[in-house]
């Protein structure tokens, strides 16, 4: 299973919420906006990372877990 | 202003655009009534596709997208849709929209019917941009015509978006003509259809559509025996800058750079072309016997983009003009996403002091880092297109960058742009 952030960049306002609750995988840039590290989320964040997208005020954050094919 | 070199004689039959009749007679003698059939016709549908895919066709309007895939998706999303012809070319440097409805109006057309049989859609959209009255009245003349013949099958219309640079990127058409806001969609699966009232919205370049309208008729033979085997058909080039005679050319795919801008009269000597426009590239001239394709191009960092080539010679300051461009995509943004709406003008700010010479000592690895954290953080790919355009200018003027840096600017900086950046507060 892997599982990834992506953020919604027209719906975000900046309010940071989520850098706060998940600095393991967003920080913020100069200006205050989110910048996910684009890697898989490890599986312990996992439950921090639906934290932060149901947190967001603007709910500009989604969590999507992708099974992963088995070979 | 604009010059169209037309096919050398008695190759027309082998897919040219410039060059075909401009007027609904000369069209029909030439190509012939439409080919559609009816609305159950799956055997021209089958056909078109077969086509589409076979020619390898792209989408010309900057995104390069498979139009045999854009088509499927469309026809996935069900009937009673739109075909949206989109001539917003917002970009400044871009003359080809103008051009093809203006001088070869039915061959687009053509092109949009083709589809609209193919999708079982509803309506067609032509798109031209407000202030732009000669080519939306140049498209509605020939409208009118075909109407009066009984050419064409779906009723076909025109709009007048805003004339801004965000507006031609489809998502943001697409979001106009269904709820009149003017700006980009965040998508993040490309491959989701997009929709007016619900219904789905197939927008194509101007230019695509013209060689659909061919392929349609003729199949895709004609249009794989131009370019290279990698990379055939032809396409339209807006060559600018520091050239004799500005203007739009057609081109085999895979001529050489300095042969493309050759086309346009002799330059002075070239230092630099941007080739792709204002969101495209700097390409130096260790580069300039770059084959003209998406595949060439893209190893030395560059993309044919709306297909632009812009001759910069020896009189000008690539970091100025650059540093102008970057003023005016961040002027131009949609104002949507944070990423774009602070980091292109804090991009540009680092610019215009680098080429004014008066860079501070962290300049560069500022720069550099905003670059970075800028790249692919906006719902459209506009600030990625800025991005690309000053990366490519640190490279390519590496040693103006050190000499302006240092304080002591290239002796052109000052000179007058050779840009058709439209002047802030004048006419669009």
């Not at chain 1, 967001?56 to 969590?63: D, E, G, L, Q, S």
């Not at chain 2, 007027?23 to 609305?39: N, S």
């Not at chain 2, 055939?232 to 042969?259: K, N």
């Not at chain 2, 600030?383 to 050190?402: C, K, Q, T």
Request: net charge neutral; with cysteine; aromatic share 4%.
């Amino acid at each position: 299973m892997s599982v990834k952030i992506t953020i919604d960049p027209i719906a975000c306002d900046a309010y940071g919420f989520c850098a706060e609750l998940l600095p393991e995988a967003i920080s913020l840039d100069e200006w205050g906006y989110p910048v996910v590290d684009g890697h898989p989320l490890p599986l312990e964040l996992v439950e921090a990372a639906r934290r932060a997208a149901r947190d967001c005020p603007r709910r500009a954050i989604t969590v999507t877990t992708r099974r992963t094919e088995s070979r | 202003m604009t010059t169209s070199v037309s096919p050398a004689p008695g190759r027309c039959v082998t897919h040219f655009l410039l060059g075909q009749p401009s007027d609904l007679a000369g069209h029909i003698a030439a190509h012939g009534p439409l080919a559609v059939r009816g609305r159950r016709d799956h055997g021209s549908v089958d056909a078109l596709l077969f086509g589409l895919e076979r020619s390898g066709l792209r989408g010309l309007g900057g995104g390069g997208f498979p139009a045999s895939v854009k088509l499927a998706v469309a026809r996935s999303a069900g009937a009673g849709g739109t075909v949206v012809v989109n001539a917003m070319e917002g970009e400044p440097e871009s003359d080809k929209d103008k051009v093809l409805l203006t001088h070869v109006p039915h061959l687009v057309l053509d092109g949009a019917q083709y589809l609209a049989a193919a999708t079982r859609a509803r309506r067609i959209v032509v798109c031209v941009p407000l202030g732009l009255d000669h080519i939306a009245d140049a498209a509605g003349r020939a409208m009118a015509d075909r109407r009066g013949a009984g050419h064409g099958r779906v009723g076909e219309t025109v709009m007048r978006p805003p004339h801004r640079y965000v507006v031609g990127e489809e998502s943001a058409l697409a979001n106009f003509l269904d709820a009149g806001v003017a700006r980009p969609q965040f998508r993040p699966d490309k491959g989701t259809p997009l929709t007016i009232g619900r219904r789905a919205a197939l927008v194509h370049n101007t230019e695509t559509l013209a060689h659909i309208g061919l392929i349609a008729r003729y199949g895709p033979d004609p249009f794989l025996s131009r370019g290279i085997t990698e990379e055939p058909g032809t396409c339209l080039v807006t060559i600018g800058g520091d050239v004799a005679h500005p203007g739009v050319v057609e081109i085999d795919r895979g001529t050489p750079l300095h042969g493309v801008a050759k086309l346009a009269g002799p330059a002075s000597g070239a230092q630099a072309y941007l080739v792709g426009g204002y969101g495209g590239s700097w390409v130096g001239p260790s580069h300039f016997a770059t084959p003209y394709s998406s595949m060439s191009l893209r190893t030395v960092g560059a993309s044919a983009g709306v297909g632009i080539v812009v001759v910069l010679g020896r009189s000008s300051c690539g970091i100025a003009e650059s540093a102008r461009i970057a003023r005016y995509l961040a002027s131009q943004s949609a104002g949507q996403c944070g990423p774009c709406v602070f980091g292109l003008p804090a991009i540009a700010d680092d610019m215009a002091q680098l080429a004014e010479g008066r860079a501070d000592d962290q300049l560069l690895t500022r720069l550099g880092h905003r670059l970075d954290v800028v790249d692919g953080r906006g719902a459209c790919r506009h600030p990625d297109g800025a991005v690309r355009l000053v990366r490519s200018a640190l490279s390519v003027f590496a040693d103006d960058v050190e000499a302006h840096r240092r304080g002591r600017p290239c002796e052109h900086h000052g000179a007058p742009t050779v840009l058709r950046l439209p002047i802030p507060g004048g006419p669009p």
